[in-house]
């Protein structure tokens, strides 16, 4: 059986990075760098280790200071890391997928679920073989694509429950 251990338990306090309900989820990448996602504000960014944002991604810079990643996020949904060490964010109101190279400073769009046929983009979860896998929230089907981007798979048939 697995075990776990907390390491660390992180509280942000008034003023820091969840300021006024700033960050609304974290997420951890397999090496156990910490992203914070602000929907509301279309961004994410990589948490230093003494909770400053090292960079930040989304249409403008949004902390003074910060180096700023430009790419038209609108509702960023959910952050995983490829291999490679570039970056994937969903965006729920565009069901677009952007790919992130933070060591270029670049993004380019990924996936434009749009012309796939999504309305929406939840998680995108990278597997073992570097497909990438997306939920549609609203239109009730999971997508599978490959490490470049095409559509491999679509599972349920656009109702909820399937």
């Not at 952007?98 to 990278?126: H, K, S």
């Not at 939920?135 to 490490?147: A, P």
Request: charged content about 20%; aromatic content about 12%.
């Amino acid at each position: 059986m697995l075990t776990w251990t907390i390491e660390k338990i992180v509280h942000f306090e008034p003023g820091d990075l969840t300021q006024d309900g700033l960050a609304h989820f974290g997420f951890h990448d397999k090496a156990g760098r910490l992203y914070a996602v602000f929907h509301q504000r279309h961004f994410f960014g990589l948490v230093a280790p003494g909770g400053d944002l090292e960079w930040t991604a989304g249409p403008e810079a949004f902390v003074d200071g910060v180096p700023n990643i430009p790419v038209n996020l609108n509702f960023p949904m959910f952050v995983d890391r490829f291999r490679d060490g570039s970056l994937l964010v969903s965006t729920f109101k565009t069901a677009q997928v952007y790919r992130v190279d933070t060591a270029r400073m670049r993004a380019e769009l990924f996936i434009d679920g749009r012309a796939a046929g999504m309305v929406d983009a939840g998680n995108c979860v990278i597997d073992a073989e570097d497909c990438v896998w997306v939920n549609e929230v609203t239109g009730c089907r999971v997508w599978r694509f490959d490490r470049r981007g095409r559509l491999l798979q679509t599972l349920g048939n656009g109702t909820p429950g399937f």
